[in-house]
């Protein structure tokens, strides 16, 4: 296998008693977009800083094109990172701002020319001599990632740039991002808490729970083939049943019993083991079909969202069963009725179940 471009072994850090990397191995190609996705406190940030240097690991190493980074200091690794606050100089202008880190590097002119062609692919020339003290927060946001990508580092980290923006700017952000960086060439991770950013974004997504990566893969293979339940609640929506495995069928078939009755699934487990089913809501539709897992639950709410209708039935574990569609539904439908719903069953996802039922 050819070397990644950046690659962590092993990074653990323990706060205190608290272990907030529980070794990390995390391997990224050169040109790459790669999302660290996961909820609050769970390592996302630290990992970020000790990629930058920012934060020292307690046990693991670093590497970032063929050299061992790990115990240089942060200025040294030619690593850009771009905060959640912006952090630029209040008293330079826009321009100034960008040049600041060319500075040194390059003679004054070259650094002038390249601070006005990042400003130029920030769409921020008309800005140039303005303080940053007079910048919307989508417009810091713009010259902060042009700050750091002026000096063309390796790797560029993003420690949740959008959050403060709202939805529209962060949407559009998103896109120029990408658009730049793709045009860069640069190598990039990026912190978020937001799977829909996530998504939209990533060449591929870390997801991490309690200071450890539980699936690295591509949007579309996470979404579709998640390796822990705690993958498929994290992105996308699910509908999550609990079950208990009782037989087997010919290819490789399980059947599973649920409080909703009796439902199949791939899978290889033995019998008696309790299991998590996952169904996406695209995956389920209304009415019996032949073949496909049925069951029959009581319709809670109808949620219509524009070009798609949300319907959600009641379940006996904690969340909704949601079945989601873009077709019309019939008029008839309404709360409070029992309606058959299904789907295929290897539309079925199933995961070990730690603590039983
Ligand atoms: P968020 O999305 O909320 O920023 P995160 O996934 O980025 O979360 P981290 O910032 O990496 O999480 O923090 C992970 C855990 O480590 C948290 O419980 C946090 O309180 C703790 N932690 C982080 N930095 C320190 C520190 N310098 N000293 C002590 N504990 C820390």
Known sequence: MIEPFLEVRNARKN?????????????????????????????????????????????????????????????KRDVGVVFQNYALFPHLSVLENIAFGLKGRVAKDEANRIANRFLDLVHMRDFADRSVRALSGGQQQR??????????????????????????????????????????????IFVTHDQDEALVMSDRIAVMNQGRIEQLDTPQALYHGPATSFALQFVGLSTRIYGKVIGHQDGNIIQIETRHGLVRAPGSFANGSQVIIGVRPERISLGVHDGHNSITPQLTDIVFQGARVQVHFASTEDEPIILESSARLPASLAPGEAVSISWAPEDTLVFPRETPA
């Not at 660290?36 to 190493?61: E, F, H, N, Y």
């Not at 991002?177 to 860069?184: D, H, S, Y």
């Open 143 to 188: 010259v902060a990632v042009a700050r750091a990508l002026a000096v063309a580092p390796k790797l560029l980290l993003l420690d949740e740039p959008f959050s403060a923006l709202d939805r529209k700017l962060r949407e559009t952000m998103q896109i120029e991002l990408k658009r730049l960086l793709r045009e860069l060439g640069t190598t990039a």
């Open 15 to 75: 706060f205190g008693f608290t272990t907030v990397l529980d070794g990390v191995t995390l391997g990224v190609a050169r040109g790459e977009f790669v999302s660290l996705l996961g909820p609050s406190g769970c390592g996302k940030t630290t990992l970020l800083r000790i990629i930058a240097g920012l934060t020292g690991a307690d046990v693991g190493d670093v590497r970032l094109d063929k050299q061992d980074i790990t115990r240089l200091p942060p200025h």
